[in-house]
């Protein structure tokens, strides 16, 4: 069985791609933050579709944390899946501000980068010595990254800078045979940035050419079909997915 660690599991994209993965058999660890409710119910949803899953506490963008979590990883994998290492690591937790470049806080800058790119960086160097050869890594990044959208300048910088350390993982943890790729949501249905009200998601959908906004499902299939054998030629992409978002 193949285990995957996905980062803010408790609801949104990470919880959706926590089923998705746990319906094609792999095993799952999520993390939450604010919501360990979420994350009992992604699990308890998981087991009760014959799955094995765990949920872990996790603040990205405390990266002094990140030793104490490796840890918790470690007992994890012993105690539920009687394993040393796991295959896969999705770095999905984010958060979204809209605030233009003129009023932009330093505190602002600094916790997006914390949780965006210092954090995923910091994340995956730290699990990496638990991360079985042959396993994949795939960071969240986003389609403001292609497409600039007034109020999102920080956020979608490191997500670029997030897009770029995906190519480098690729480079670097080529020779283990890990494979490194990024997932670009187009607008999707879930909370971030405070959710959708009827007119942005109005606006949203004529943005893009299949007539509506995603679903978390939408992204969270991709997910696992990203880290699946299937895709296992595919290496330091970053791979849209939008449904046609202002093309
Ligand atoms: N939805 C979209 O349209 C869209 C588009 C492009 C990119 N994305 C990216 O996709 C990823 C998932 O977003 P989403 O739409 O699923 O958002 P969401 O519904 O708001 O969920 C965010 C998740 O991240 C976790 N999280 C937030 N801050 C965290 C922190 N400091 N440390 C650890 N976990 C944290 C949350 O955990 P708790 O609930 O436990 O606090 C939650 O599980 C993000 O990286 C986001 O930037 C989303």
Redesign the pocket.
Known sequence: MKIVII????????RSAALQCASRGMGVVL?????PA??EAAVAEIEKAGGKAAALA????KSASFSVFRDQVTETLGRVWGRKNFDYLVN?????LFEPITTVSEAQFDGLFN?HLKGPFFLTQTLLPLMADGGAILN?T??TTRVATAGVAPYASFKGGLEVLTRYMAKEFGERGIRANSIA?G??R???GGGLNDEFEAMLSAQTALGRVGEPDDVGRVVASLLSEESAWINAQNVEVGGGYII
Do not use: K, Q, W
């Open positions: 980062t803010g599991g408790s609801r949104g994209l990470g993390t939450y933050n604010s919501h979420g994350a996790l603040d990205v963008g999905n937790a984010g958060y979204g949780v969240l986003s389609a949501p607008a999707i879930t909370e971030l």
